[in-house]
């Protein structure tokens, strides 16, 4: 994690002016006088429009910011006024659960508010809002969403000079052949169970189980990706939990220290988000524990509760996509796979116009698309070389992917306009076109 590539270190940037956000949206309702429950509210609001909201430009980033309140207000209202109200306040938790997964059809900024609805919702569970509360949580909400844009489009804009994100691949159709409605089935279905096993854990904190079930959906497109973010999930909170007892426990809730603490949280789920899924659920376990030491309800077996529900999460999301409307693993990796291969053909044809005399065909623009889909492809691939698959030609098959995808990245970042150099991607190409459609891989002698 600490030794992943950072190109202009843009994830320590991001994750340096993440803290300075979310420390400017803590301050405010604090300034203003408002509660400690309306100070997290309005950090939490901040670290979901500065994490979540990934809009290839900077423009839509500002429109997708200033529509976070249209979907996180109307729930946030609905939390609070059903709060007493256990049964109606469950199928609107559901609901909500639903229609955040259903709206990512709609691309990043779907997802993030999508998100944020369901967080809005997530955090009157956490605070135990109620009604009488829910102006100064609108009041800390709005200035939290406003001191955050202040500071990531005007005091400290970071750009990235790449193209952006790639939308994942959707299966043909309508109705339930659209992966987003599966998935909203599926993330319906696994909260609605994380959600009864959990009450019958805790009838105060239940909702850290709905809460692992619907992160586990995020940023997957199929079976496998799910499952193995429940695993990652599950480790990365145990771990969370241990550092929990030696750091967050003894502070009891000692305000400075405890601060202090939770920006170096903000800046681990930042800094550790795009490398390792494990680290970044580390780091939000130990900040909910500081969280709830400043609450003044922060024990040991707080923290053990926390760890059961997360793998009651863990366990109903695995179900749910196993057993509900299962979108398989292959079809998501060879749709990922093939628009790979579509940037390394543009790439290759581009490097032969390059040597042909074309001199404005230059194949870096793709290479740097291709790192995207390479990154994306690592991803859906994840499942197949985890450590705890059994299956060892697919495995072995899923490596080789990987391994030919990194060489056509370097071959085109290394920008060497020779037949050699061409006669090598074009190589690469068709070893990679080879696995695609199936091919049984050459051992790395013969690839040689």
């Known amino acids: 994690m600490f030794t992943a590539p950072d ?3 843009f994830r320590l940037r991001n994750s340096i002016r993440a803290v300075i956000g979310v420390g400017a949206a803590v301050a405010v309702p604090k300034l203003c006088g408002l509660s400690l429950a309306a100070s997290i509210t309005g950090g939490l ?14 423009r839509a980033q500002r429109i997708t910011t ?4 249209v979907a996180g207000f109307p729930v946030l209202a609905l939390a609070t006024v059903l709060h007493g109200v256990p049964l109606a306040r469950d199928a609107a938790f559901v609901a909500v659960v639903f229609c955040g997964v259903y709206a990512r059809r709609w691309g990043v900024r779907g997802n993030a508010l999508g998100i944020f609805a369901f967080m809005s919702f997530f955090v009157t569970q956490f605070l135990g809002a109620l009604p009488t509360q829910l102006p100064e949580l609108y009041a800390a909400m709005g200035s939290a969403l406003l001191a955050a844009g202040t500071v990531r489009f005007l005091l400290w804009p970071i750009e ?14 309508t109705g339930l052949a ?6 909203a089935f599926q993330a319906a279905v696994a909260c609605s169970l994380a959600l009864s096993v959990g009450q019958l854990l805790s009838e105060d904190r239940w909702y850290w189980a709905i809460g692992t079930a619907w992160w586990i959906f995020v940023n997957t497109a199929s079976r496998g990706e799910t499952l193995v973010r429940g695993f990652r999930r599950v480790l990365g909170t145990m771990i969370g939990v241990v550092v929990g007892l030696v750091v967050a426990v003894p502070l009891h809730g000692a305000l400075v220290p405890s601060a202090v603490l939770v920006a170096v949280c903000v800046f681990g789920i930042f800094y550790t988000a795009a490398v390792s899924y494990s680290w970044m659920v580390l780091a939000v376990t130990v900040m909910a524990s500081l969280l709830y030491g400043l609450l003044g309800v922060l024990d040991i077996s707080l923290l053990v509760l926390r760890l059961v529900e997360t793998g009651v999460g863990a366990l109903c999301a695995a179900l749910a996509v196993v057993l509900v409307l299962p979108v398989t693993t292959h079809a998501t990796n060879d749709a990922w796979i093939q628009r790979a291969l579509q940037c390394v053909h543009a790439a290759t044809a581009a490097a032969a116009a390059r040597l042909a005399g074309d001199m404005e065909a230059d194949p870096a623009p793709h290479g740097a698309e291709l790192e995207l889909f390479v990154g994306r492809v690592k991803v859906a691939l994840a499942p197949l070389v985890h450590p705890l698959n059994p299956f060892h030609v697919r495995k072995a098959r899923a490596r080789q992917v990987i391994e030919l995808l990194d060489d056509c990245v370097g071959e085109v970042r290394g920008r060497r306009h020779s ?4 006669v090598h991607l074009r190589d690469l190409e068709k070893s990679l076109s080879d696995l695609a459609v199936g091919t049984p891989p050459r051992s ?4 040689a």
């Open 178 to 183: 659209r992966s987003t409605t599966r998935q």
């Open 160 to 173: 990235r000079h790449v193209p952006p994100v790639p939308a994942p691949p959707a299966l043909p159709g």
């Open 45 to 58: 609001a901040a670290l979901l429009a500065l994490f979540t909201v990934t809009d290839g430009t900077v």
């Open 7 to 9: 190109p202009g270190h």
């Open 444 to 447: 790395p002698s013969a690839r």
């Open 66 to 69: 200033a529509l976070l309140p």
């Open 419 to 422: 037949g050699a150099s061409l």
